[in-house]
């Protein structure tokens, strides 16, 4: 699973990285600390996921953000102590935990929320609903 860390703007996981670095089956291929680096990291990396801090999926600018996730076929997971935030998007969500044994399983889990990619077996995000079946065999034909 290869992951682009939104850095949280008040430094409440200084660890996080570091964890994700030593976790086997996941890289983050990019650590970026605004808004701003990460619509660039989005579109310039391969990823399948965008990893938020809560309180940046709370922002309105993240809502505007997520249409081009979407459209960039690139899911994203939230990370904080709830799970869901009225107005916010509803996300695939995980704990922030400080030991790879409990934070990796919390991952793969969110990462099965999200929809796979079209083409190439990656991750969509599409507020972890599948494609209705209809959609999905249009995608297949095309």
């Given amino acids: 699973m290869c992951l682009i860390l939104l ?10 990285k570091r964890l994700l670095d030593a976790a086997d089956g996941v890289t983050v291929v990019a650590a970026v600390s605004d808004l701003t680096e990460l619509h ?14 809560a309180e940046v999926s709370e922002a309105v600018e993240f809502r ?9 076929h690139v899911g994203c997971i939230r990370l ?19 030991d790879a044994d409990t934070l990796i399983p919390q991952l793969r889990l969110a990462a099965a929320r999200l929809v796979p990619r079209r083409a190439g077996g ?5 507020k972890g609903r599948p494609e209705p079946p209809a959609v999905q065999a249009r995608t297949v034909r095309a």
Avoid: K, N
């Fill in 7 to 16: 850095q949280s703007p008040y430094g409440r996981y200084p660890w996080l």
């Fill in 40 to 53: 660039t990291a989005v579109g310039d990396l391969s990823a399948d996921a965008v990893l938020l801090p």
């Fill in 64 to 72: 505007l953000l997520c249409g081009l996730f979407a459209a960039l």
């Fill in 80 to 98: 904080g102590e709830r799970p869901g935030m009225p107005g916010a998007p509803d996300l695939p969500h995980v704990r922030p935990v400080d």
């Fill in 122 to 126: 990656s991750l969509i995000g599409r």
